[in-house]
Nanobody, 121 residues
């Protein structure tokens, strides 16, 4: 059984910063890509940032230069440092990870429970 547990959301003023964390636990053999998605009210879930097992990163254009994704492989944890936050960044943020786990080394995607980020004055 694998779980992803997120933390770090909250309310912040425009221009502020937040750091999200997502820790994977369970019978993990290996983790490939780790991602952050977000979903604003009335909108589709969108991919925000990706980090490969080797540390390569990619971002949606709207967050480039403001958000930084990183990971600690020893802790099976992915982070999203969000700076210069804007009201349009308000959303529920979800982590996603492609994980090989269990006795059968099953490979599948797992999702966190989501954490609310609200940017407002």
């Amino acid at each position: 059984q694998v779980q992803l547990v997120e933390s770090g959301g909250g309310l912040v003023q425009p221009g502020g910063s937040l750091r999200l964390s997502c820790a994977a636990s369970g019978s993990i053999f290996s983790i490939n890509d780790m991602d952050w998605y977000r979903q604003a009210p009335g909108k589709q879930r969108e991919l925000v940032a990706v980090i490969t097992s080797g540390g390569r990163t990619n971002y949606v254009d709207s967050v480039k230069g403001r958000f930084t994704i990183s990971r600690d492989n020893a802790k099976n944890t992915v982070y999203l440092q969000m700076n210069s936050l804007k009201p349009e960044d308000t959303a529920v943020y979800y982590c996603n990870a492609n994980i090989m786990s269990g006795d059968r080394l099953t490979l599948r995607d797992y999702w966190g429970q989501g954490t609310q980020v609200t940017v407002s004055s």
